[in-house]
């Protein structure tokens, strides 16, 4: 297959149907998903390939939630401390007038973060990749703390090149953790939180979790989350 290099073309700020077509690229584009729970290291993975994009001459940014306000806002900081700068948007359809269209054209590479708080992520990766040609790497949970489909996050496997399903280390037991267990009682399904709210288990301590936090939740309205120790009869304590 042949790839020419065909000029940017700067757009106007109102898009429509005829700027799409004058947008298209030969170049081809890729989507490539990093799933997994909370602390199995999909910013890290995700950090790591940007980088390496990045070192290999493409231009490159990231995109994280705003909903997300964990860490610093305008980088993207990973559990172990490691920094990146990004940009902290409600949603994915913000991006290209936010980062600019003439920049937008520029950029080769775009990494999402916290994907699953993105509703519009399968029209972005669609359109960035399919029409615009850009690699797309998208990091986020597959599940939330209920086992089920989070956001929009497995919507774009079928239009991924590659997927990956990162794992934890069970906190309890430290075989492999592929589930996020929530240590208190809320049950929004978007409750952000770290170590305090969240940890990593594998599939027998989710199973166990989940019942000790069932029962809990019919005994007691309130209870304390005591970090550190976990003994399984008081799991979710
Ligand atoms: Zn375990």
């Known amino acids: ?5 065909c000029p940017a073309t700067s757009l106007s700020s109102g898009r429509t149907g005829s700027d799409r077509v004058g947008s298209m690229r030969s170049k081809v584009g890729e989507v490539h998903v990093i799933v997994g729970p909370m602390f199995a290291g999909k910013t890290t993975a995700l950090l790591r390939r940007i980088k390496k994009e990045s070192s290999n001459g493409r231009n490159v940014a990231i995109i994280k939630s705003s909903k997300d306000t964990r860490y610093a806002i305008d980088s993207i900081v990973t559990h172990d401390g490691a920094k990146f700068p990004c940009w902290a948007l409600p949603d994915l359809s913000l991006f290209r007038q936010t980062f600019g269209d003439e920049a937008y054209q520029r950029i080769d590479v775009i990494g999402i ?24 790497i998208v990091a986020g949970l597959d599940g939330d703390y209920l086992r089920r489909s989070f956001g929009s996050v497995l919507d774009i496997i079928p239009v991924a090149d590659t997927v990956m399903k990162l794992t934890a280390r069970c906190e309890l037991c430290s075989k492999k953790a ?13 409750l952000i939180g770290g170590s305090e709210v969240y940890m990593p288990v594998c599939r027998q301590h989710y199973v166990n979790g989940q019942s000790v936090v069932r029962a809990s939740a019919t005994l007691s309205g309130s209870f304390k989350v005591k970090d550190d120790t976990f003994p399984e009869p008081a799991l979710a304590v």
Not at 1 to 5: C, H, K, R, S
Not at 118 to 133: I, K, P, T, V
Not at 178 to 190: D, G, P, V
């Open 1 to 5: 297959m042949a790839f020419a290099n």
């Open 113 to 136: 973060d916290e994907a699953q708080f993105f509703e519009d992520l399968y029209d972005f990766c669609c359109e960035a990749a399919d029409r615009d040609g850009k690699t797309v």
């Open 178 to 190: 592929f589930f996020t267990l929530r240590k208190t009682q809320e049950t929004e399904t978007e």
